[in-house]
């Protein structure tokens, strides 16, 4: 059997092992606040670790306390870490109440002679910390750029990571009832939740949950990357290409079966003016809005895209052009509806609508939508036209 002191030595070396290569791996590429945490959770961890070396000797009245203190504190990283995924607010007193706590608890029960001074508070706030990072981690849904794309589902990381963190907040749950019940020198304690088990489940969740964090960072940067690649960067909307390749997909699917739907073109109407008159950032206001609106009304099987400048396309698979048309003016009666800064009046919008059909492509139905934007704004703008029959709407 591995004795306490080697097992400690070697989590220490396994705690800065991953640290160095997490940091230059994960945390050095994405500078992601989660990855950010882990790093100085592992760090305290390490510290901890260090400290209850000197556990047994004249120095254990104060490195004691101070090792209990620095893997709570550690514990406490890791759910500062998964509020960050989460994109919550960070609150130094709830992070520094749980270390306190435990310093405070270690330090008045005879640290000096005690080898488990503080030792129950500090099992406590180890599954308590611990089971709060758990829960944010199953918490965590996908982004607002996630949502926007239908194939969006929850990382696997993250699922693993939050069982991985829950089964561990069990593990010291058990230690602190049964430390409670029958004391640290109790065979039932020391044999199956002592300081070498733990150290032994400990240093395997390090590195699982180290690996766990490095697929995380890995997944969100390519994610990154794809929004980057796929997005409007000020409108979070499908840029055009993008648009283009996922309408075209989609227009193919629907034609094989049969279906129909509509294919809406929009502009908002004396879009230079807002600019010229309020400046760019109301201009970009407008377009925000504009796009929060449309993601609003409708559907999330129906594309949505910044086709360029201030003028937006829409796809409404399996709609008529008559829906489509109730869809343009709801939109507008809802920006009309819309607060905006400085008194500035939110610029009307011009709609042309296609119907799509088996014997047209998306190209054709981009130029019959445009030709009925053309015309809509010919006739004052503010209204929409179908090019179907040129009629304008009522």
Known sequence: MLDTTTLRVSF??????????FYFVAYRSSRSAYCGWWCVALGLFLG?????????????VWTNPLGSTLLVAGASSVWAGTRALRMLTFSWPWFLAAPVVTAVAAAIDDP?????AGGAVFLALMSFMVGLASRELWLVRPSPTDLLR???????????????????SVFYAARTIVFVAVGPDAVAF??????????LVTTVLLAAVSFGMTSLSYERETEELRTRATRDGLTGLLNRTEFMRQAAAEWRSKHRSGAHGSLILADLDFFKTVNDTYG???GDYALQTFAATCRGIVRSSDLVGRYGGEEFIIFLPNLPAERAEQIARSISERLRATATPNGMAFPTVSYGIASASADSDLIDAIDRADRALYEAKSLGRDRVILSDDGRPAT
């Open 12 to 21: 220490g070396m396994v705690a800065l092992t991953l640290l160095v290569l």
């Open 48 to 60: 901890g670790s260090v400290a209850y070396l000197f556990d047994g000797t004249s120095q254990q």
């Open 112 to 116: 000096a002679d005690n080898t488990w």
């Open 150 to 168: 239908r194939e969006a589902t929850f990382s696997p990381s993250v699922r693993v990571l939050s069982v991985l963190s829950g089964g561990f």
């Open 190 to 199: 020391d044999r199956y939740l002592g300081s070498e088990v733990t150290t």
């Open 280 to 282: 760019h950032p109301a």
